[in-house]
């Protein structure tokens, strides 16, 4: 199985891309994590990365394409989840192509929906361990002990793109860039949309719901 989780920033793709590849053993690719790996690491495209992501702008499709058709390669006969890609219409033609070229197939396209209002309360609480990548909210999910991860010890930071003005920007850039994904994927009939409203743990229930379906059904 293949799928993509997308919506707007702070909706809780991260979270739920986390749950759903320990319950249904996918391997997970969040292209957000995978772009500050790139930056993290110094690669050799780590300093233009860095122009479009601490802006909130959305990173060259050449950049992100070649990512995602590397790790396609690799997990060659593995179920994959997508979480934040793609992010425009291009990127999702030519995921298509890549599919298509590997004999591969894309069933679900979920996106996740909330108020604006509650999309900056949740980010502007964010923190998250620099290290293993778990993500926790000051107020919904806090660490148990402040400003240390659970799982590792390390300490908590806050994104570079987490600061209120950034968010707007992030936000626009959904509605201008990635919103028309939905016509997309309702047109290859893959689409559902999913309430990001409420608790994490009913979020979770509600895609598994789909997923589950979805196994059903094949
Ligand atoms: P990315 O890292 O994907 O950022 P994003 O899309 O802005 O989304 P976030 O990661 O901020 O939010 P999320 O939906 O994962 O929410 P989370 O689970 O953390 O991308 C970053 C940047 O990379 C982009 O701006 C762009 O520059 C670049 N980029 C990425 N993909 C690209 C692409 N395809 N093409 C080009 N450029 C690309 O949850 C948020 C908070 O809410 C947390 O604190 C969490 O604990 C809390 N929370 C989660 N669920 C709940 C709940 N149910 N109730 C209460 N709190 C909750
Ligand atoms: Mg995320």
């Known amino acids: 199985m293949m799928m993509v989780l997308f919506g707007p920033p702070g909706v809780g793709k991260g979270t739920q891309a986390d749950l759903l590849s320990q319950k249904y053993n996918l391997v997970k690719f969040s292209m957000g994590d995978v772009l500050r790996e790139e930056i993290a690491l110094s690669s050799p495209v780590a300093t233009e990365l860095e122009k479009y992501l601490y802006r909130g702008m959305l990173a060259p499709d050449d950049i992100v394409l070649g990512l995602v058709e590397n790790f396609l390669l ?69 660490p148990k002990t402040n400003g240390v991860c659970d799982v590792c010890g390390y300490t908590l930071e806050k994104r570079h793109d987490d600061d209120e003005k950034i968010i707007k920007k992030r936000l626009k850039v959904y509605e201008q860039r990635t919103r028309a994904l939905t016509d997309f994927y309702k047109s290859q009939n893959i689409y559902d949309r999913i309430d990001a409203n409420g608790s994490q743990k009913e979020i979770f229930k509600r895609i598994s719901e789909i997923i589950d379906v979805h196994i059903d059904k094949r």
Do not use: W
């Open 74 to 142: 690799e997990h060659r006969g593995t179920d994959i989840l997508f979480d934040g890609f793609p992010r425009t219409i291009n990127q999702a033609e030519n995921l298509q192509k890549i599919v298509a070229r590997l004999a591969l197939l894309l069933n679900l396209a979920l996106e996740m929906h909330l108020s604006e209002e509650d999309l900056i309360k949740r980010l502007v609480n964010r923190t998250y361990c620099p290290h293993c990548g778990r993500i926790y909210n000051y107020i919904t999910n806090p």
